[in-house]
């Protein structure tokens, strides 16, 4: 379970608040994601990187910006959230490869109260 | 669009015995994975199960097992001889293939709950 780890595990933030989720891969993984789980509703993918090239945004507000500085970090930066934004945020990292679907690793997330 | 639809919110099972969590997905795709995990209650995902479309036979992991239906566009998942450690959610995913990463698109989940 120490494939991948992110930091905070839990995060309160004001809605004027900056504060940025780190996600860290020990795998030699070249793909990373970045999932919304709220209670209630599946999984919800925001970002994809791929040999660190942002590959997949599927429609996030503004408020998150994901940076992926190399291949074993992975961020995500928050401004201005809403409470709505309140979740789980989970991270995970696959081998990319031919066949595509290579399983992913996820961590234990980050549980985002925004106030 | 893909979606995964799991229609079993809450499910339960006795110690020892078989359980089946079912998961329907519609896609146009002809090439496709499909996956089960598990997220026990510390919140860690991890895989259960892995399916490639093209593969007739049903994917088997000790004690887990799928029951893949392409043309019903079902893939079940079954728990045989449950244990208090199989308590979890279980997430039904599925993912395009054509690309060289994963774009899964998950189910709601099924809490399976395991008395002793």
């Known amino acids: 379970e120490t494939g991948v780890t992110q930091t905070p595990r839990h995060l309160v933030m004001g809605m004027t608040n900056k504060k940025s989720l780190k996600c860290e891969q020990h795998?030699?993984?070249?793909?990373m994601y970045w999932y919304k789980q709220s209670a209630k509703k599946p999984l919800e993918l925001m970002f994809v990187?791929?040999?660190?090239?942002?590959?997949e945004n599927n429609s996030v507000p503004s408020r998150f910006s994901p940076e992926c500085p190399n291949s074993s970090h992975l961020f995500l930066h928050l401004h201005t959230l809403q409470p709505e934004d309140s979740a789980l945020y989970l991270c995970?990292?696959?081998?990319?490869?031919?066949?595509?679907?290579?399983?992913?690793?996820f961590g234990p997330g980050t549980r985002l109260t925004v106030t | 669009a893909q979606t995964v639809t799991q229609s079993q919110p809450e499910m339960s099972v006795q110690e020892a015995e078989t359980v089946t969590l079912s998961c329907t997905y519609d896609?146009?795709?002809?090439?496709?994975?499909l996956f089960w995990y598990k997220q026990p209650p510390s919140r860690q995902m991890i895989l259960v199960i892995r399916?490639?479309?093209?593969?007739?036979q049903n994917a088997t992991e000790n004690r887990f097992s799928v029951n893949f239906q392409k043309a019903a566009k079902s893939f079940s998942l079954k728990i045989s001889d449950s244990q208090l450690g199989d308590a979890a959610m279980y997430f039904c995913?599925?993912?395009?293939?054509?690309?060289?990463?994963?774009?899964?698109?998950f189910g709601q989940g099924t809490i399976l709950t395991v008395h002793p």
């Open positions: 995970a990292s696959s081998q990319e490869g031919p066949l595509g679907a290579y399983e992913q690793y």
């Open positions: 795998l030699g993984h070249n793909a």
């Open positions: 990187y791929s040999l660190e090239e942002r590959v």
């Open positions: 896609t146009s795709e002809s090439d496709y994975y």
């Open positions: 399916q490639e479309a093209y593969k007739q």
């Open positions: 995913a599925y993912s395009p293939g054509g690309t060289s990463y994963g774009k899964l698109t």
